[in-house]
């Protein structure tokens, strides 16, 4: 949120954590939600230009958050996979993703960039992707984060 909201982008955080809301609202709007135990907290228009989600995989989410993303919007993706029990936590498989996992879970967007690996600093397993809803129109449309396309 914090990368977002410096560069002038509206930012919305969604946690069950009062502490992780409370340390996140200085930089944007948050919600306080369980998303695991209670209903989804976004109406089903709800659509944001950027998606990011980081060490966190609860399955049945997975289709609800991908909708989340506009037309011409980028989800941003990193999680642990499995091979991480090897390392350390989460060790449980339920939460770590299977080999290509996050691929498959993203048809219907067209990746951008996608690693699946071993990273040693701090030592864990994860799977990262980078993906677009494409927007529809006849040309590709620019995905940069830092202003309009130049004329």
């Known amino acids: 949120m914090r990368w977002f909201a410096q560069r002038g982008h509206p930012v919305l955080g969604v946690d069950r954590s009062p502490e992780a809301l409370a ?10 939600a369980d998303i695991e135990n209670a209903p989804w907290p976004l109406d089903a228009a709800d659509s944001f230009a950027v998606v990011v989600v980081t060490n966190y995989l609860w399955r049945p989410l997975l289709p609800r958050i991908l909708q989340c993303v506009a037309p011409g919007g980028v989800l941003i993706y990193e999680t642990f996979a499995q091979g991480n029990e090897t390392v350390g936590k989460p060790s449980r498989p339920e939460f770590l993703l299977r080999p290509g996992e996050l691929l498959q879970a ?18 864990r397993f994860v799977q990262r992707i980078a993906a ?16 309009p396309a130049p004329e």
């Not at 340390?23 to 709007?29: C, D, E, M, R």
């Not at 993203?106 to 030592?123: K, M, N, Q, T, Y």
């Not at 677009?132 to 202003?147: D, K, L, Q, T």
């Open 23 to 32: 340390s996140a609202s200085a930089f944007g709007q948050t919600l306080a």
């Open 132 to 147: 677009v809803r494409e927007s529809g129109g006849g040309a590709p449309s620019r995905h940069g984060i830092a202003g």
């Open 106 to 123: 993203c048809e219907g967007l067209r990746i951008v960039a996608f690693e699946d690996g071993f990273l040693s600093s701090p030592e």
